[in-house]
């Protein structure tokens, strides 16, 4: 029975795995899509949500079995309670790579204000923060999850600093309109993009030090390291 439980695991284990990587891919096509004004790639992301679904039910009703025929204790536990939401946040990561296509593909192209804007740099802690939140899970790394949390404030300054720019231009020229309205979306979809990548990272050091840091995660992550080096 305990080794039937042990191959339960690992079967969710790689479906998450699998399920990471795909996602991963969706993000990287579909910053590249917009990078390169690569309409094909674009539609690409949007083909492949079936399969990124397809993988969210099979997580989900891998979970629910091995609720229904064990009782799982201890780290067994938080794994299996934090993987159906870890899903659930890659899930919402591939939809928000789906969002981002559609609303690239309005005019398939970077409009002339594109320079003004931090995508690029967006992008590019997007994409690390994703990655290193797959990584953390992987590698049960606790401090690689943590990496991920304190990177979001950086995040939200940007898509910030993208939305006053924006309607700056849109005020500039009403022609703007449309493909600001465009880019609205897609900075505000890559942020939301870093808070699902900073659930996952969550879950992780739930898994990984049995501790809920949501919400307030400085009290446990940051002030606890710093009596740890006053000690």
């Known amino acids: 029975m305990e080794r039937h439980f042990d191959q339960q695991l690992e079967k ?13 891919e969706q993000v990287e096509f579909v910053i590249k899509a917009v990078e390169e004004e690569n309409s094909d790639l ?4 949007i083909e492949r949500d079936a399969k990124v679904d397809k993988y969210d039910l099979k997580i989900d009703r891998i979970c629910q079995k091995i609720f229904a025929l064990n009782q799982p204790v201890a780290m ?43 995508i690029n740099e967006m ?4 994409k690390d923060m994703i990655k290193n939140a797959i990584d953390s899970f992987i590698e049960n790394n606790a401090k690689l999850a943590q990496k991920v949390i304190s990177t979001d404030d950086a995040l939200d300054e940007m898509n910030a600093y993208n939305h006053k720019v924006l309607i700056e231009i849109m005020k500039e020229d009403k022609n703007n309109i449309e493909p600001a309205v ?3 979306v897609i900075t505000r979809m890559m942020e939301r993009m870093g808070d699902h990548a900073t659930n996952i990272a969550e879950d992780v050091y739930f898994i990984v030090e049995a501790q809920m840091i949501k919400h307030n995660y400085e ?11 006053e000690d």
């Open 219 to 229: 009290k446990f992550i940051f002030n606890g390291d710093e009596k740890e080096d």
């Open 76 to 118: 067994d536990l938080r794994l299996i309670m934090s993987a159906l939401t870890i899903n659930n946040n890659l899930e919402r990561i591939g939809d928000i790579a789906v969002n981002i296509a559609e609303n690239f593909l309005i005019s398939g192209k970077k409009p002339e204000f594109y320079s003004r804007l931090k």
């Open 123 to 126: 992008s590019i802690i997007v």
């Open 182 to 184: 465009a880019f609205l």
């Open 42 to 45: 674009a539609k690409i992301v």
């Open 12 to 24: 969710l284990k790689t479906k998450i795995i699998k399920m990471c990587s795909l996602v991963d």
